[in-house]
Nanobody, 116 residues
Framework: QVQFVESGGGLVQPGGSLRLSCAASGFGFSMYAMSWYRQTPGRERELVATITSAGGSTNLAGSVKGRFTISRDNAKNTVYLQMTNLRPEDTAVYYC?????????WGQGTQVTVSS
């Protein structure tokens, strides 16, 4: 079945960097656009970044533009989120999923905490 396993989160100081990974399985990874989302308690899950199936085009939420980069390696069935200049408001659980499959189950996510 379709699965997503996110990793790479942790505790980082403001201004720091992290690289998240999402290993996908159970479908033809190279055929689908992929997205990263994040969620904090009591809030709706927020779309952070999207990358097209071949990786030729990306889109980022305004709050992370210029600081985050989304990329993918279709040979490894993995999508990445490089996060720089992290802020406390970036603290959240981060998830990945296919961009056009809202019925996909969510993975366990990876916690990112930005705090001094």
């Amino acid at each position: 079945q379709v699965q997503f396993v996110e990793s790479g989160g942790g505790l980082v100081q403001p201004g720091g960097s992290l690289r998240l990974s999402c290993a996908a399985s159970g479908f033809g990874f190279s055929m689908y656009a992929m997205s990263w989302y994040r969620q904090t308690p009591g809030r709706e899950r927020e779309l952070v970044a999207t990358i097209t199936s071949a990786g030729g085009s990306t889109n980022l939420a305004g709050s992370v533009k210029g600081r985050f980069t989304i990329s993918r390696d279709n040979a490894k069935n993995t999508v990445y989120l490089q996060m720089t200049n992290l802020r406390p408001e970036d603290t959240a659980v981060y998830y990945c999923r296919r961009s056009t499959r809202p019925n996909d189950s969510w993975g366990q996510g990876t916690q990112v905490t930005v705090s001094s």
